[in-house]
């Protein structure tokens, strides 16, 4: 399926598109809220601006994706990889994004208010500016991430470290993104 396929499929009020492939797409801008896009793969997807609220990308392959601007509020990112992605200035107010994979994510002055971190993996991410007021932070990995300019006395609860036994290792086999949990 492609981009106009999917664009006139949503607008006709279809909203299930998990396990769709859609690497490299272009979707800048597009109004997608309450979209599945569980298990899809949108790995170097242009998606700046793009409204994703409410949307189920639970499991999705975002890896070096280009999310800056886009409105993630209330969106399900649990076990998404993140890894690479730009989400500058990105709108996550109340997102779940336990088990996210966000090493090396830039996340620069993004609106975290609210969101749920659990077990999340931000080793080298940019995070800087980040508005985490609210937010509840519990056993995710914060090590080498550039925290300049954010205030983690505003974060409603705080646990750092990472949880034993739990790993992360993304797997791809052509357009297939598999998250594999030891």
């Given at each position: 399926?492609?981009?106009q396929?999917v664009?006139?499929?949503?607008?006709?009020?279809?909203?299930?598109?998990?396990?769709?492939?859609?690497?490299?797409?272009d979707?800048?801008?597009?109004k997608?809220?309450?979209?599945?896009?569980?298990?899809?793969?949108?790995?170097?997807?242009?998606?700046?601006?793009?409204?994703?609220?409410?949307?189920?990308?639970?499991?999705a392959n975002?890896?070096?994706?280009?999310?800056?601007?886009?409105?993630?509020?209330?969106?399900?990112?649990s076990?998404v990889n993140?890894?690479?992605?730009?989400l500058?200035?990105a709108?996550?107010v109340?997102?779940?994004?336990d088990?996210?994979?966000?090493?090396?994510?830039t996340?620069?002055?993004?609106?975290?208010q609210?969101?749920?971190l659990?077990?999340?993996?931000?080793?080298?991410?940019n995070?800087?500016?980040?508005?985490?007021?609210?937010?509840?932070?519990?056993?995710?990995?914060?090590?080498?991430?550039?925290?300049?300019?954010?205030?983690?006395?505003?974060?409603?609860?705080?646990?750092?470290?990472?949880?034993?036994g739990?790993?992360?290792?993304?797997?791809?086999?052509?357009?297939?993104?598999?998250?594999?949990?030891a």
């Amino acid at each position: 399926m492609n981009i106009q396929q999917v664009l006139h499929e949503y607008n006709q009020g279809y909203r299930d598109f998990s396990e769709i492939w859609l690497h490299g797409a272009d979707l800048g801008q597009a109004k997608l809220s309450g979209i599945d896009l569980s298990c899809a793969d949108l790995s170097a997807a242009d998606l700046r601006g793009t409204d994703l609220s409410r949307a189920n990308l639970s499991r999705a392959n975002l890896t070096d994706a280009d999310l800056s601007g886009a409105d993630l509020s209330g969106a399900n990112l649990s076990d998404v990889n993140l890894i690479g992605a730009d989400l500058t200035g990105a709108c996550l107010v109340g997102a779940n994004l336990d088990r996210a994979d966000l090493r090396s994510a830039t996340l620069e002055k993004a609106d975290l208010q609210g969101s749920h971190l659990s077990e999340v993996l931000l080793g080298g991410a940019n995070l800087r500016s980040v508005n985490f007021r609210c937010a509840c932070i519990v056993q995710s990995n914060l090590e080498d991430a550039d925290l300049d300019g954010t205030d983690l006395s505003l974060v409603d609860s705080y646990e750092s470290g990472t949880a034993e036994g739990t790993s992360h290792c993304w797997v791809s086999w052509g357009a297939h993104p598999v998250s594999i949990q030891a």
